[in-house]
């Protein structure tokens, strides 16, 4: 075996070099795709490029824009969502198997405490959808930390979840952004 023949400097040379390459890694696939910079970091991160590519984002968004919007803009706590669209259906309608389907959802969010708009991406599907979209793309398995997993589509269980979700993560960036050195961290979650 290679790292038994190595003398322990050459093994912590080749350690170093593996925790680098992916501390590097790891901050290429967390970089982020807010417009707004308080945001916590993940979101609409580049993870997603492998699920949707960049002409099918663009051609999502001319048909959103086009097609009117799911509903007016609706306060969820101390957001509002302004814009909520799919790339491969129309929010609205829903996926043709509500029961199967994998897909990236779009959202706009305003702060209505800073006035911030973040445009975030998401993937959202069903077992059954995400499990054909591996099979699709011969995957054993993908990562994001902006998965939503749902039994079935609907439009307003689906953006209670979103909302439900953004707002924590706002309050929690704003929670650690607030404490000050020394204070106690509080329960990990």
């Known amino acids: ?76 706590g101390r957001l509002v969502l302004k814009n909520f669209y799919f790339a491969k259906f129309n929010a609205q309608t829903g996926p043709p198997d509500p029961f199967e389907f994998a897909d990236e959802l779009t959202v706009e969010v305003r702060d209505e405490n800073t006035g911030h708009t973040s445009e975030l991406q998401f993937t959202v599907g069903t077992p059954a959808g995400l499990a054909r979209f591996l099979e699709k793309n011969s ?15 609907e439009v307003e269980s689906v953006r209670d979840m979103i909302m439900e979700h953004l707002n924590q993560e706002y309050d929690e960036n704003d929670r650690l952004r607030d404490q000050k050195p020394g204070d106690d961290p509080g329960p990990i979650s």
């Open 1 to 76: 075996m290679f790292l038994l023949e190595m003398s322990d400097t050459s093994k912590f040379v080749v350690f170093a070099l593996a925790c680098i390459a992916l501390f590097v890694g790891s901050k290429l696939l967390s970089a982020r795709g807010s417009k707004d910079p308080s945001f916590p970091a993940g979101s609409g991160s580049q993870e997603h490029q492998a699920f949707l590519n960049p002409a099918d984002a663009e051609d999502a968004r001319r048909r959103a824009q086009a097609e009117q919007p799911v509903h007016p803009e609706i306060r969820v």
């Open 139 to 153: 995957w054993e398995s993908f990562y994001t930390p902006q998965a939503f997993v749902i039994r079935k589509y």
